[in-house]
């Protein structure tokens, strides 16, 4: 089992969930994080850490991110993040502050 990264990431791209995976398995893309499934050890850290709640273990994604488990096999393509930034907040991020 692995986790991924969701649709809820774009735009927002927090990296509370980077900074506490034990096995750096995020990557950053310019909008978002994903999680590379061949080094997620599935320790549950980075679970509670999401505050738009778009990590989901990949045996109980709902089906409306289905393809989120193939977007996230993309992540050995780039950078590896492993400490907090200042989130994203892009125009599309329903996690946006007030």
Not at 7 to 18: L, M
Request: charged share 25%; net charge negative; aromatic share 8%.
């Amino acid at each position: 089992m692995t986790y991924i990264v969701t649709e809820p990431c774009v735009q927002c791209k927090y990296s509370d969930c980077a900074a506490v995976c034990p096995v750096e398995a995020f990557h950053e893309l310019p909008d978002r994080l994903l999680i590379n499934p061949d080094t997620c050890i599935d320790c549950d850290a980075c679970l509670p850490e999401c505050p738009v709640e778009a990590i989901y273990a990949d045996m109980s994604i709902p089906e409306e991110y289905m393809e989120w488990l193939e977007i996230n096999k993309e992540a050995e393509n780039y950078p590896i993040i492993s400490v907090k930034q200042p989130a994203l907040y892009g125009p599309g991020c329903k996690g946006q502050p007030e």
